[in-house]
């Protein structure tokens, strides 16, 4: 019995002790929840104050032309793109000056608040164009207009255009330059209606070009178109004087060439009636129309076309010559014989006028009122047209005591439709 009370005093406190343990490790939180178990100590860490970072701004750059260059309070900081654009990114607030810069081009500078105003600049340079000016002028003092010849005020102009784009001092001096390009081909284009045989072809080309040329500068100006078709229709119809009058009839369709081509005249035709229809005061595109048509055996148009020539201009000799070959060929011999004394007022030594009076004289004296066959009628009031300066002109007496069959008249091409039966004979 001792024994047993040894070993219960004994084993009590250990047991109390399992009991605690066990008791502690099943224990609860205030909310009723078992308390986890923590794994491992952790390191709560502070939070650090972040730095305050300074306010910035992108500025955008737009600019006319492109390409041009942009400074940053007097620093060079970058150009433009093809499409006038650049952007400086983070820009701190604050005053900045902004100049823009490009050669031809007079400087731009404005300042620039950054924070308080809009971030997008526009900057629009104003072209310097004295010493250009300068320049044109000098060309055009020296006649140089156009090409060939390099430098010239045509070339020039358009690379003024090409960099500096259509602007009004651009705009006025393109109509300074065309009006003196013009200026070059009207005394030809005149001339060629009151003496055709005295102005080269050579001339008609240039004054062709030039002509071309204005028209380049002033598209829709229809007093220079006018006077350019003239000036191609007036290249064909010598083109093919030169190379002869085809013997094959004319096609309706279809333009001439300088081949001799019958169809020659046609395009001529088409040229001078386009000229017309653009500017129908245009006396040269009257007259050589005229002229065609009397060639085409076509008097009654031609009479028609010479009338209007003599009231627009008055003085020239070659369309009263021109109307009394109409009337000859139409066997309007007495009103033949006005106009070619009509054109011997003005120009009193015209071979072709006193000539034609003869013929006139003739025909009516016979009585011969028959209407000759086309091809027969132009030759009749185109003969003798090559009238050189060493020939002598046959003079009316002359004429009046030789019979038709008896009378030495040269039958050959069209060559010079401005001269209207020319008799002459050799001194």
Known sequence: ??????????????????LALCICATAQDPTGRPTE??????????????????????????????????????EERGVTDAEGKVQFEKLALGHYTIEVRKEGYGPMLRGFEAGTESP?????????????????????????????????????LEKLATQYGERSEIAQLRSALSARLIETATPVIAQSGMSWRTVTREQMV??????????????????????????????????????GASAEPPKPE???DASGNIRGPAAARAEFENALK??????AARYQLGVVLLGSGEAAGAEAAFSRVTVAEPRWASAYVGLGSAFYGEGKF?????AYRKALEIEANNATAIA??????????????????????????????????GDRVVTVKEQEGLDSRGRRVQEGNINEPSEFGVSKQRS
């Open 37 to 74: 178990t923590k794994k491992g100590k952790t390191t709560v860490k502070k939070p650090t104050k972040a730095e305050p970072q300074p306010i910035t701004v992108t500025l955008t750059v737009l600019t006319n032309p492109p390409q041009s260059t942009v400074l940053v309070n007097g």
């Open 120 to 156: 997008t600049l526009v900057f629009k340079l104003e072209p310097k164009l004295d010493d250009a000016v300068k320049e044109f002028n000098s060309l055009v003092a020296a006649g140089k207009l156009a090409g060939p010849e390099t430098p010239n005020a045509f070339e020039f």
């Open 356 to 389: 034609g009076i003869g013929l006139a004289r003739d025909e009516g004296r016979e009585g011969r009122r028959k209407r000759h066959r086309p091809r027969d009628e132009a030759r009749s009031c185109e003969r003798c047209a090559s009238f050189e300066p």
């Open 254 to 256: 279809g333009s001439g």
């Open 206 to 243: 240039r004054a062709l070009d030039a002509a071309t040329n204005s028209l380049a500068l002033k598209k829709d100006d229809t007093r220079i178109q006018a006077e350019a078709a003239y000036l191609r229709g007036a290249i064909a119809l010598r083109d093919w004087q030169v190379a």
């Open 334 to 338: 007495a009103e033949s014989i006005a």
């Open 278 to 283: 653009l500017d129908e005061t245009l006396a």
């Open 1 to 18: 019995m001792s024994q047993k009370r040894f070993l219960t005093a004994q084993l009590t406190p250990v047991i109390v002790s399992l």
